[in-house]
């Protein structure tokens, strides 16, 4: 009996972690679009705004001009290495939530306080998949951030191989304090108002299960406000994530420099006010929106799935 117990275990954390996988693989497809105009926007020191030195004036005009100069796949660019990040963060995140959510439902004294463990849950998991996958995300940052003129990584092998022999390792590694600072209480929130919004929806619809429409609803609400709650830290990621590298943003205007997460935050507000903290937030609010709309959707899809295929198989 403890052998089949176990057995079961295993082959639901398994289903756990290729559920999250194909969830990141397919919101990360989705969504990139988006998230290179946002990382667009935090990236420029100039204001967003119809200002002549700008290069980025809005949401349309950015992706209209990212169309006309670099054509379709720029929205597109560092995908390989951003499927990579999505994939091994899906699964990472997933993978970790459900095992430190079965491991606090052995304190039943936990159970009363259901969104909150939930958050604690969600904060563990996102800061066990964001260290696993962050030098995917570094990658990614850097072939989004260079310009087609002054192309400095030709691809994910090149641009290792660039950053540990004319870097370091560590180089890898930059920006993960912020990352971290933003990752560990956005991924809580999300997890929290994820499992708030979906129990609202039961009890307004007298639902038992979560639905596809309740996903779909709760996720797009749950990515919006926990996005905005923690963006400043997700501009100060990216900002650090291209320090050393002034070569690839020659034809984008000022280059941000600083040193350090609080020098970031620090000369940010200096020249481009409490506003620049926020620069990028409107796509980033629609990405964060379908992002978690999408990646909770298609988990609970994917675990139904996935279900139906071992038990046709055990049969």
């Known amino acids: 009996m403890g052998t089949s117990s176990k057995s079961n275990s295993d082959n639901l954390d398994l289903e756990y972690a290729v559920a999250g996988a194909i969830s990141g693989f397919v919101t990360r497809f989705a969504c990139q679009p988006l998230d290179v105009v946002k990382i667009r926007f935090q990236l420029q020191v100039e204001p967003i705004t119809n200002h002549h030195v700008s290069k980025y004036r809005s949401l349309l005009q950015a992706f209209y001009l990212i169309f006309k100069e670099e054509g379709i796949s720029a929205f597109w660019k560092g995908h390989v290495s951003a499927q990579l990040l999505s994939v091994i963060y899906g699964m990472s995140q997933f993978y970790s939530y459900n095992v430190l959510m079965h491991e606090f439902h052995n304190y039943p004294l936990l159970n009363e306080w259901k969104y909150s463990t939930k958050f604690v849950a969600g904060a563990g998991a996102g800061f066990i998949a964001t260290t696993v996958s962050f030098p995917f995300d570094t990658i990614r940052t850097r ?34 304090l912020p990352t971290l600072l933003q990752i560990v209480p956005h991924t809580g929130l999300q997890f929290a108002f994820y499992a708030f919004f979906t129990d609202m929806y039961k009890k307004c619809y007298n639902e038992a299960d979560i639905k596809f429409s309740n996903s779909m609803i709760s996720g797009s609400a749950a990515g919006l406000l926990a996005k905005t709650i923690i963006y400043p830290f997700d501009l100060s990621r990216k900002r650090l994530q291209i320090q050393g590298f002034q070569n690839g943003r020659k034809s984008f205007g000022s280059f941000f420099e600083c040193n350090g997460f609080i020098d970031c935050l620090k000369v940010t507000i200096k020249k481009e006010g409490v506003k620049g903290l926020f620069k990028g937030l409107i796509p980033s609010q629609l990405k964060a929106s379908m992002t978690t709309a999408l990646h909770f959707t298609i988990y609970e899809q994917s675990l139904i799935a996935l279900k139906v295929l071992r038990l046709y198989i055990s049969e």
Do not use: D, T
Request: glycine share 6%.
């Open 143 to 176: 072939l989004v951030a260079q310009s087609n003129n002054h192309v400095v990584y030709k691809g994910i092998c090149h641009s290792c191989s660039c950053i540990i022999r004319h870097e370091s390792p560590k180089a890898f590694f930059y920006g993960l």
